[in-house]
């Protein structure tokens, strides 16, 4: 009898460094979770587990999401146990209450609330609870302002997002929303459309004179309050430009001219804002018309010979009309009482609101609600579009036209509406997690924002795909940050110039001449020529401001360099001129 023996070889699957073997394959160590993928519950993408629906990622890979608190990735807080089936709910250890898909600790709890509500409850080293703040919060439970905040009514303000140019401490002004800190930005004010950010303030353009970067608030005489300026004594105009003039009996003073009393109407202004006054006699400008001796009124208000009968003429978003009084709807420009329309009759008699807005019985109006608009709150407003889900989103939370089909924040986020204490409202984008927001609808990868510019894709060379940029023809870099220049040049502000007019800083940031001249070719070549707020030191414009001893042209004290009209300090000191040691 021929006996054959066999010899069985078995081979264990070698994974690089970083990856661990799971069955056949080998997958990133981040992904992997007591021997499966994902806890068999999603899939691993780019080193991280994308969870099924109804699924979030935890400690424990991805677990019910009603069992996962987002804030800390704790799996039932780490002393529970969560349902086998749905409703998934945590079952607690004795001393540890059910709250927010966690069981938290007494130590963490204030006033029923996890960390007073502006923490998380984490644990340590050693095992032990303890509340990690909020970045504009401190204490033991997040009860008060961190050195980096502004109480401000009953929350802490990032000191970032605070101003007293309106008068008082106010959030943005007042006319913005404060976007909090993140790893990659610091806290800044998002303002409302018609704003500009001046001082840490959202500033209504209304009330800005000067041109752009050289803004003045109300020329400097006044103060901004609800858009318009409240001028200083002495002072009068739209934006407090003119000084107060003492005239004659019969005339007052008005835009820095005397004007006769017999133009000023009932509302104090020169012949209602709508005309000028000529001998003693309103004359009307285009589109308006002469109701009474002093009140140039808009065509728009007359209805049937009269001033928007049952209703005031008001400029609303800079065109004026009919707002109709209580008991009065508005339709085809009249004032017409008791109609919140429900139809249309054959003669096209007013018919009420699509279950996109509300009623008002007093008024007889039908309010939508802010996306919609129409006669029936049927369509879009003029502030929204149609998705392709249907729904009517903000054209502020609209950041690109896909084959004509809307897309929503980048695709990275979700559309959201907070109030202002002017009590305006603004909309705009809540990016996903590892994105942030740009403007009120752009959700960016951080990974394609560059750390040396403030808030801008790419460094605007490119476009950001996958977390990663795609640079535009002749750029290169993690941003797109540099640019092939000639040989003899560097790039610095958007442009090749001489490399002997580019100065280079440790971190990698360039400027012309400084940022303080421009370069000009002279008898040796090229060189700076400077602006009147600096001088030449070692060849290169420095400001002014910086110079610690003009005798011996010391730049920061001799502990730092100048840049953008500030030191930046050497290692091991501090202050505005570095002249102390750290």
Same mark, same amino acid.
């Given at each position: ?24 394959? +080998?997958?990133?160590?981040? +992904? !992997? ?25 935890? #400690? ?15 799996? +039932? ?10 409703? *998934? ?48 919060? &401190? ?43 993140? =790893?990659?930005?610091?806290? *800044? ?19 800005? $004179?000067?041109?752009? #970067? ?11 309050? =609800?858009?318009? @300026?409240? +001028?200083? #004594? ?48 309103? !004359? ?53 009482? =008791? ?35 129409? =006669? ?75 750390? $040396? ?47 002997? @007019? ?9 400027? !012309? ?20 707020? &600096? ?37 091991? *000191? ?6 102390? &040691?750290?």
């Amino acid at each position: 009898m021929l006996l054959i023996g066999f010899i069985v070889v078995v081979s264990a699957l070698v994974c690089p460094t970083g990856r661990v073997a799971v069955g056949e394959n +080998c997958y990133p160590e981040d +992904c !992997v979770f007591n021997g499966t993928v994902c806890s068999g519950r999603g899939d691993c993408i780019g080193s991280t587990c994308h969870c099924d629906k109804g699924y979030a990622l935890s #400690e424990q890979g991805c677990q019910p999401e009603d069992c996962v608190n987002r804030a800390t990735k704790y799996y +039932c807080g780490r002393h529970g146990v969560c349902s086998a089936t749905a409703p *998934f709910t945590c079952t607690c250890e004795d001393g540890y209450i059910s709250m927010s898909h966690s069981c938290v600790p007494s130590d963490c709890m204030s006033d029923g609330k996890i960390c007073n509500g502006k923490g998380a409850c984490m644990y340590g080293p050693d095992d032990k609870p303890y509340c990690q703040c909020l970045e504009s919060y &401190a204490g033991e439970l997040c009860e008060e302002c961190s050195a980096r905040s502004t109480l401000i009514g009953p929350h802490c303000i990032p000191n970032e997002c605070v101003s007293d140019i309106m008068g008082e401490p106010t959030t943005c002004g007042g006319h913005g929303i404060c976007i909090p800190s993140t =790893k990659a930005t610091k806290a *800044f004010c998002l303002c409302l459309p018609g704003m500009k950010n001046i001082g840490n303030a959202c500033i209504p353009k209304t009330c800005l $004179s000067g041109e752009e #970067e050289n803004y003045n608030v109300c020329t400097g005489h006044g103060t901004c309050r =609800k858009k318009s @300026c409240l +001028c200083d #004594e002495g002072y009068e105009g739209s934006l407090c430009q003119y000084k107060t003039r003492n005239c004659e009996e019969g005339y007052v003073s008005k835009d820095g001219e005397c004007v006769s009393q017999l133009c000023i109407s009932g509302s104090g202004d020169v012949c209602s804002g709508g005309g000028s006054c000529i001998v003693d006699h309103c !004359v009307c400008d285009q589109g308006f018309t002469l109701v009474g001796k002093t009140e140039c009124t808009p065509l728009q208000c007359i209805v049937l010979g009269q001033v928007c009968p049952h209703g005031t003429c008001k400029n609303t978003d800079g065109t004026w009309g009919c707002v109709c009084n209580r008991a009065y709807v508005s339709y085809d420009g009249y004032c017409v009482p =008791k109609s919140c329309i429900t139809d249309y009759s054959p003669i096209g008699t007013p018919v009420l609101c699509s279950g996109h807005g509300v009623c008002d019985y007093l008024t007889g109006v039908c309010n939508c609600n802010y996306q919609y608009s129409g =006669k029936h709150c049927d369509l879009c407003s003029t502030y929204s579009v149609t998705t392709s889900t249907g729904e009517c989103v903000p054209l502020t939370c609209i950041s690109d036209m896909q084959e004509d089909v809307p897309e929503t924040c980048s695709g990275h986020g979700v559309c959201q509406r907070s109030k202002l204490s002017t009590d305006e409202y603004i909309d705009y984008c809540m990016c996903d997690d590892g994105y942030e927001l740009l403007d009120t609808s752009k959700c960016v990868h951080r990974d394609c924002l560059n750390p $040396s510019t403030t808030m801008v894709e790419c460094t605007n060379h490119g476009q950001c795909f996958d977390g990663r940029c795609i640079c535009n023809s002749g750029y290169f870099g993690r941003y797109c940050e540099d640019y092939k220049c000639p040989e003899g040049e560097l790039y610095a502000s958007t442009a090749c110039h001489p490399r002997q @007019c580019v100065s280079e800083y440790s971190d990698g940031q360039r400027r !012309v001449c400084g940022g303080h001249g421009h370069c000009v070719e002279g008898s040796n070549g090229f060189e700076c020529e400077c602006n009147h707020n &600096a001088v030449i030191l070692d060849g290169i414009c420095t400001a002014t401001t910086c110079i610690t001893n003009s005798d011996n042209g010391v730049v920061c004290s001799g502990n730092g360099v100048c840049r953008d009209n500030h030191c930046l300090c050497d290692p091991g *000191f501090r202050g505005g001129y570095c002249e102390r &040691a750290a």
